[in-house]
């Protein structure tokens, strides 16, 4: 069998097993080094490495990403007009496939300056939070924010109110997500106070909903039921104000990197993710789980393809059945909807290269590393301290960037190809695949992940906790800079 073979710098085989190799930057059609395009590829796209019938598999990461649908001469383009999904629907996961896994770097007494909480846990910001328990006073709880900020500019890291249009007219395991999302947002420790304030006539009930915080956020959360209060914006201003009195109090200090507890995410991926951002991710999580810290894997969509592969990596068999059902339930989720379970990519990841919901898995776990699956966790519920830990939440950048943070994320690593301004509760750093995207939104872009393959990975690695270690000791995001902070509820279930 003939393999091509490309000069450094124009095309990458990520595996040795891999039929595929990816272009690094655009590739005219014609004649490369000795190697023959038949056609113009674009960066991040694929080009056939050798023949392909139909009915083959074709293989990156050294694992199969789909099969061809029609043969595939060496040097052809290789995307959607030739290859497709071979996933279908639940599978019937087995333990035992052992991968080799590369021992993490030794953990390092690393600090950063953080806030150290009265429970033990760690935040990268002092913030007071206001979370409406239902979309009609979503708009006050921003009007309390608001007028709250310009009566203590600069006193703590600042007072914010996250709208959302849910709350009411819920059932059942839907209005149990909604309670449990806004609970965990509650107990996240950059939340120094927590004002939740209610209608009153809602479904999402204020002392139901306090009932689903961990007892050890209760005693910074203050309650108000607008209905009940004669003026309601003068009496969450009250409360405000002691929530910021009590913020105030608290100063940086010297943590260590086991303090830190992250969130995985990746939204508008390319062809590059799964080379250079997605890796450099899953490097800084081998590095943190071995210190002793926390990260958060979620987005359960977008493992598809790739799950046997992190689920190899459980810790136990406990681990390992939690974390096939928790696939399979979601793969149900879309089957009773009357939809295939490959229903991805997005547009935009199809442009950027990405083919198969296969290919993106693969590139998305990534994120993971090599870490074992320590812990898995329901949507809403905290995680654990320690280790990684997969967490229940599609793959919508708001849905599960929200998740992580009611998860305990203090912080949210966000690998994007495509580029995205949207920021959410805690400081979220967004790391560019490639040069073209880090050099055209610097004001959406805090990382370049694409100089690992100019300056070598550990020169990236060194200067991404570099920028991980000062982003969690105060240094705005560029969202943060350009106020963006949103969350979005996960909805399953009818509305009455």
Same mark, same amino acid.
């Given at each position: 069998?003939?393999?091509?073979?490309?000069?450094?710098?124009?095309?990458?085989?990520?595996?040795?097993?891999?039929?595929?190799?990816?272009?690094?930057?655009?590739?005219?059609?014609?004649?490369?080094?000795?190697?023959?395009?038949?056609?113009?590829?674009?960066?991040?796209?694929?080009?056939?490495?050798?023949?392909?019938?139909?009915?083959?598999?074709?293989?990156?990461?050294?694992?199969?990403?789909?099969?061809?649908?029609?043969?595939?001469?060496?040097?052809?383009?290789?995307?959607?007009?030739?290859?497709?999904?071979?996933?279908?629907?639940?599978?019937?996961?087995?333990?035992?496939?052992?991968?080799?896994?590369?021992?993490?770097? !030794?953990?390092?007494?690393?600090?950063?300056?953080?806030?150290?909480?009265?429970?033990?846990?760690?935040?990268?910001?002092?913030?007071?939070?206001?979370?409406?328990?239902?979309?009609?006073?979503?708009?006050?709880?921003?009007?309390?924010?608001?007028?709250?900020?310009?009566?203590?500019?600069?006193?703590?890291?600042?007072?914010?109110?996250?709208?959302?249009?849910?709350?009411?007219?819920?059932?059942?395991?839907?209005?149990?997500?909604?309670? !449990?999302?806004?609970?965990?947002?509650?107990?996240?420790?950059?939340?120094?106070?927590?004002?939740?304030?209610?209608?009153?006539?809602?479904?999402?009930?204020?002392?139901?909903?306090?009932?689903?915080?961990?007892?050890?956020?209760?005693?910074?959360?203050?309650?108000?039921?607008?209905?009940?209060?004669?003026?309601?914006?003068?009496?969450?201003?009250?409360?405000?104000?002691?929530?910021?009195?009590?913020?105030?109090?608290?100063?940086?200090?010297?943590?260590?990197?086991?303090?830190?507890?992250? @969130?995985?995410?990746?939204?508008?991926?390319?062809?590059?993710?799964?080379?250079?951002?997605?890796?450099?991710? @899953?490097?800084?999580?081998?590095?943190?789980?071995?210190?002793?810290?926390?990260?958060?894997?979620?987005?359960?969509?977008?493992?598809?393809?790739?799950?046997?592969?992190?689920?190899?990596?459980?810790?136990?068999?406990?681990?390992?059945?939690? @974390?096939?059902?928790?696939?399979?339930?979601?793969?149900?989720?879309?089957?009773?909807?009357?939809?295939?379970?490959?229903?991805?990519?997005?547009?935009?990841?199809?442009?950027?290269?990405?083919?198969?919901?296969?290919?993106?898995?693969?590139?998305?776990?990534?994120?993971?590393?090599?870490?074992?699956?320590?812990?898995?966790?329901?949507?809403?519920?905290?995680?654990?301290?320690?280790?990684?830990?997969?967490?229940?939440?599609?793959?919508?950048?708001?849905?599960?960037?929200?998740?992580?943070?009611?998860?305990?994320?203090?912080?949210?690593?966000?690998?994007?190809?495509?580029?995205?301004?949207?920021?959410?509760?805690?400081?979220?750093?967004?790391?560019?695949?490639?040069?073209?995207?880090?050099?055209?939104?610097?004001?959406?872009?805090?990382?370049?992940?694409?100089? @690992?393959?100019?300056?070598?990975?550990?020169?990236?690695?060194?200067?991404?906790?570099?920028?991980?270690?000062?982003?969690?000791?105060?240094?705005?995001?560029?969202?943060?800079?350009?106020?963006?902070?949103?969350?979005?509820?996960?909805?399953?279930?009818?509305?009455?």
């Amino acid at each position: 069998m003939t393999i091509l073979t490309f000069p450094p710098g124009s095309a990458l085989r990520v595996h040795p097993d891999d039929s595929v190799a990816v272009a690094l930057r655009p590739l005219a059609a014609g004649e490369h080094a000795g190697v023959l395009l038949r056609e113009a590829i674009d960066q991040g796209h694929k080009l056939a490495l050798r023949a392909h019938a139909a009915g083959d598999v074709v293989t990156k990461y050294g694992l199969p990403i789909g099969v061809a649908t029609q043969d595939i001469a060496p040097g052809e383009h290789v995307h959607s007009h030739n290859l497709a999904t071979a996933l279908a629907g639940e599978l019937e996961y087995s333990e035992g496939l052992n991968l080799a896994l590369k021992p993490a770097p !030794a953990a390092q007494q690393l600090q950063w300056q953080g806030y150290l909480r009265a429970d033990g846990l760690a935040a990268t910001r002092n913030e007071v939070w206001i979370l409406p328990t239902v979309g009609c006073v979503g708009l006050t709880a921003e009007q309390v924010a608001r007028d709250a900020m310009q009566r203590h500019t600069g006193r703590i890291g600042g007072i914010y109110a996250y709208a959302h249009p849910h709350g009411c007219s819920q059932l059942g395991d839907d209005l149990a997500g909604t309670r !449990a999302a806004l609970a965990g947002l509650a107990a996240n420790p950059n939340a120094a106070g927590v004002l939740l304030l209610g209608l009153g006539c809602e479904s999402n009930q204020l002392d139901r909903l306090l009932e689903d915080v961990p007892d050890a956020a209760r005693g910074k959360v203050r309650m108000l039921s607008s209905q009940s209060a004669g003026d309601e914006l003068a009496e969450a201003a009250r409360l405000v104000d002691e929530l910021v009195e009590q913020a105030a109090t608290a100063r940086r200090q010297a943590l260590p990197l086991s303090a830190l507890r992250v @969130g995985l995410k990746c939204g508008g991926s390319d062809g590059l993710s799964g080379l250079t951002a997605n890796p450099l991710l @899953g490097r800084l999580t081998d590095r943190l789980c071995a210190a002793g810290g926390t990260a958060i894997l979620t987005e359960i969509p977008e493992i598809f393809g790739a799950e046997q592969a992190l689920l190899a990596r459980s810790r136990d068999a406990a681990t390992f059945a939690a @974390g096939a059902a928790l696939v399979n339930r979601f793969k149900r989720y879309y089957l009773d909807q009357g939809l295939p379970v490959s229903e991805n990519p997005s547009p935009g990841n199809l442009a950027g290269g990405i083919t198969t919901l296969e290919e993106k898995s693969l590139g998305a776990v990534q994120k993971a590393g090599t870490a074992t699956l320590c812990n898995v966790a329901n949507y809403g519920a905290q995680a654990p301290d320690g280790g990684l830990t997969l967490l229940e939440a599609p793959g919508n950048d708001a849905v599960s960037s929200t998740a992580l943070a009611a998860a305990g994320a203090t912080m949210v690593l966000f690998t994007t190809g495509r580029g995205t301004p949207l920021g959410f509760p805690v400081p979220t750093i967004k790391v560019a695949s490639n040069r073209t995207l880090a050099g055209a939104k610097p004001h959406w872009i805090d990382f370049d992940a694409s100089r @690992g393959l100019d300056e070598g990975t550990e020169a990236a690695d060194a200067a991404f906790l570099d920028c991980l270690l000062d982003h969690a000791s105060g240094q705005p995001t560029a969202a943060e800079r350009a106020g963006q902070r949103a969350i979005a509820i996960w909805k399953r279930g009818v509305t009455l």
